[in-house]
T-cell receptor, first 113, second 110 residues
Framework: EPEVTQTPSHQVTQMGQEVILRCVPI?????FYWYRQILGQKVEFLVS????????KSEIFDDQFSVERPDGSNFTLKIRSTKLEDSAMYFC???????????FGPGTRLTVL | ELKVEQNPLFLSMQEGKNYTIYCNYS?????LYWYRQDPGKSLESLFV?????AVKQEGRLMASLDTKARLSTLHITAAVHDLSATYFC??????????FGQGTTLQVKP
């Protein structure tokens, strides 16, 4: 069964460093998303991406964040200069169309020291 | 802005008992999802509710949607320990983003 994959599963970084989180969405899906979940809290929307551009973003997704689809399969989230409060689980999701069910990847746990 | 609220946030129950988790949301939407999350794990899709009056059942879990009341329920019948997890409802905001409730942590005791 097709699934969303994410790498790495756990990333530890120093404050101020750049990190890139990687996702491979389900192959025939067109919409891609990033969400984050701070430990013990609810899941929060960060950004949606369609047709090589951002279609919606939250107030969390500031200038330190960027997304890219560098090739036909990967979808990346970059955090330019990490802060302690960026420590969270980051989930990638994809859907076949706008409003269709979103399928979530296993997540990347980001720890900023 | 769309807000989604779940209650209770924590539920401790005995095996064999029934209980209901409620999910209220603030603006019109006709797509609501229920997810299960085990500690440290990803979100497992449980139910997709796409219209008013939708009811879906899987094992001991049953979900329903009332779009007029802006309310969804997740009913647990004869709980077993394996159902211990955190359950999230999420509402589609119509621009492709899901707004999640705070989650309900269910603990089923033998």
């Amino acid at each position: 069964e097709p699934e969303v994959t994410q790498t790495p599963s756990h990333q530890v970084t120093q404050m101020g460093q750049e990190v890139i989180l990687r996702c491979v969405p389900i192959s025939n899906h067109l919409y891609f998303y990033w969400y984050r979940q701070i430990l013990g809290q609810k899941v929060e929307f960060l950004v949606s991406f369609y047709n090589n551009e951002i279609s919606e973003k939250s107030e969390i997704f500031d200038d330190q964040f960027s997304v890219e689809r560098p090739d036909g399969s990967n979808f990346t989230l970059k955090i330019r200069s990490t802060k302690l409060e960026d420590s969270a689980m980051y989930f990638c999701a994809s859907s076949g169309d706008l409003g269709n069910e979103q399928f979530f990847g296993p997540g990347t746990r980001l720890t900023v020291l | 802005e769309l807000k989604v609220e779940q209650n209770p946030l924590f539920l401790s129950m005995q095996e064999g008992k029934n209980y209901t988790i409620y999910c209220n949301y603030s603006t019109t939407s006709d797509r609501l999802y229920w997810y299960r999350q085990d500690p440290g794990k990803s979100l497992e899709s449980l139910f997709v509710l796409l219209s008013n009056g939708a009811v879906k059942q899987e094992g001991r879990l049953m979900a329903s949607l009332d779009t007029k009341a802006r309310l969804s329920t997740l009913h647990i019948t004869a709980a077993v320990h394996d159902l211990s997890a955190t359950y999230f409802c999420a509402v589609d905001s119509r621009v492709g983003k899901l707004i999640f409730g705070q989650g309900t942590t269910l603990q089923v005791k033998p």
